[in-house]
């Protein structure tokens, strides 16, 4: 069975600082892929960055990076540049690999509210 | 503008009856899913449809009914027999994986449902 482990519950950061969201994941399997989603007061969920276990360079989305580290099983969101519509609940997770062709299943970690102070 | 809507966005039913949540999207995806998140917790997968008239049970899909009789619909019913059904609902959908085009799911903006 797959895990997502985000080990902060709440963050603050400076407005214009960067920022690093943590997130491990457990897995027996060596495809896989890795997802960092954007959640507001709103509620809808937002698509931020995307890596795949395969990917050789760590995957890059304006302001988002994503460090990924396989050996350690780490996956952590980087912001640069933070600011106040960042303040958001983020969520880490991974898909499947053994869902069926036609769709894949997340799993998802418990979440890090992020808090931009101005 | 392509995407996903759910309604209504705050739904309030008394115990012991069931309620159908809508989602519809215009995306031409083939898949769709419902999660479920409680405060504090990411989401829960209930149920995901890979093509029309099909559809397979995630984590946590009793007390929850679905049916996929278009490509654009996937509406959830909670019944009466789900524990704890006071939750925020989120419906998704993505392109087929073997397609690769895109690899993530995108969402609707979600239904919080309180039961009483």
């Known amino acids: 069975a797959q895990k997502i482990t985000q080990t902060q519950p709440g963050m603050f950061v400076q407005e214009k600082e960067a920022v690093t969201l943590d997130c491990t994941y457990d897995?027996?399997?060596?495809?896989?892929?890795l997802f960092w989603y954007k959640q507001p007061s709103s509620g809808e969920m937002i698509f931020l960055i995307y890596?795949?276990?395969?990917?050789?360079q760590n995957a890059t989305e304006g302001r988002y990076s994503l460090n990924f580290q396989k050996a350690r099983k780490s996956a952590n969101l980087v912001i640069s540049a933070s600011q106040l519509g960042d303040s958001a609940m983020y969520f880490c997770a991974m898909r499947d690999p053994h869902s069926g062709a036609g769709s894949y299943q997340l799993t998802f970690g418990k979440g890090t509210k992020l808090s931009v102070i101005p | 503008d392509g995407g996903i809507t759910q309604s209504p966005k705050y739904l309030f039913r008394k115990e012991g009856q069931n309620v159908t949540l809508s989602c519809e999207q215009n995306l031409n995806h083939d898949a769709m899913y419902w999660y479920r998140q409680d405060p504090g917790q990411g989401l829960r997968l209930i149920y995901y449809?890979?093509?029309?008239?099909?559809?397979q049970k995630g984590d946590i899909a009793e007390g929850y009914s679905v049916s996929r009789e278009k490509k654009e619909s996937f509406p959830l019913t909670v019944t009466s027999a789900q524990k704890n059904p006071t939750a925020f609902y989120l419906c998704?959908?993505?392109?087929?994986?073997?397609?690769?085009?895109?690899?993530?799911?995108?969402f609707g903006p979600g239904t919080r449902l309180t039961v009483t």
């Open positions: 897995t027996s399997d060596q495809s896989y892929g």
């Open positions: 890596q795949g276990s395969y990917d050789e």
């Open positions: 449809s890979q093509i029309v008239n099909d559809f």
């Open positions: 998704a959908s993505s392109h087929p994986r073997w397609t690769e085009s895109s690899y993530e799911q995108y």
